[in-house]
T-cell receptor
């Protein structure tokens, strides 16, 4: 299995909702990442987990809350988002931090 | 400072033409990695190649080829005999091996490639 699986593929949520994005990989990768990508822009790094510990938080607002329950799973909990948070959210994994990234197909999030 | 420049915002060619996507990078590290990713309209980022700074050999994979030149800090990507399925946004990225870099990917702005039938 050489894939990173993200669910859901599409999500529409109101500004008062709480939702979660899920990411799963079974390649034995020990680093996992959340990226945010706005239209016509490159991805922007949000969080990095290395060996299930948060190693990088790129000054992301607290309405985004990451969680790494185990080495195969990565969640992104969303609460009280703003319309400008609408974007494609990509999950990635690598063998160790920085090597051979594999990306998921992303969750297209719309905040209304 | 680290930087990746993809000067071509959009390229449009007719199917079967060859096309080269340019990538110029800046880094003070001697050890670094360069990547190309393809992002079709469906959204996923597809890994194409990873090259480390000590390996300047050009790479060919089917219709794809890459030309890495440290002297000009360039890592260009050529598609030979382009096909409509090659239409996508292509990103070049840099990752440094310095201890404080955390191996973060530094992305170029992307080049949108349109292949017309």
């Amino acid at each position: 299995d050489t894939e990173v699986t993200q669910t859901p593929k599409h999500l529409v949520m109101g500004m008062t909702n709480k939702k979660s994005l899920k990411c799963e990989q079974h390649m034995g990768h020990r680093a996992m990442y959340w990226y945010k990508q706005k239209a016509k822009k490159p991805p922007e790094l949000m969080f990095v987990y290395s060996y299930e510990k948060l190693s990088i938080n790129e000054s992301v607002p607290s309405r985004f809350s990451p969680e790494c329950p185990n080495s195969s799973l990565l969640n992104l909990h969303l609460h009280a988002l703003q319309p400008e948070d609408s974007a494609l959210y990509l999950c990635a994994s690598s063998q160790v931090q920085g090597y051979g990234y594999t990306f998921g197909s992303g969750t297209r999030l719309t905040v209304v | 400072a680290q930087k990746v420049t993809q000067a071509q915002t959009e390229i449009s060619v007719v199917e079967k033409e060859d096309v080269t996507l340019d990538c110029v990078y800046e880094t003070r590290d001697t050890t670094y990695y360069l990547f190309w990713y393809k992002q079709p309209p469906s959204g996923e980022l597809v890994f194409l190649i990873r090259r480390n700074s000590f390996d300047e050999q050009n790479e060919i994979s089917g219709r794809y080829s890459w030309n890495f030149q440290k002297s000009t800090s360039s890592f260009n990507f050529t598609i030979t005999a382009s096909q409509v399925v090659d239409s996508a946004v292509y990103f070049c990225a840099l990752s440094e091996a310095a201890m404080d870099s955390n191996y973060q990917l530094i992305w170029g702005a992307g080049t949108k490639l349109i292949i017309k039938p």
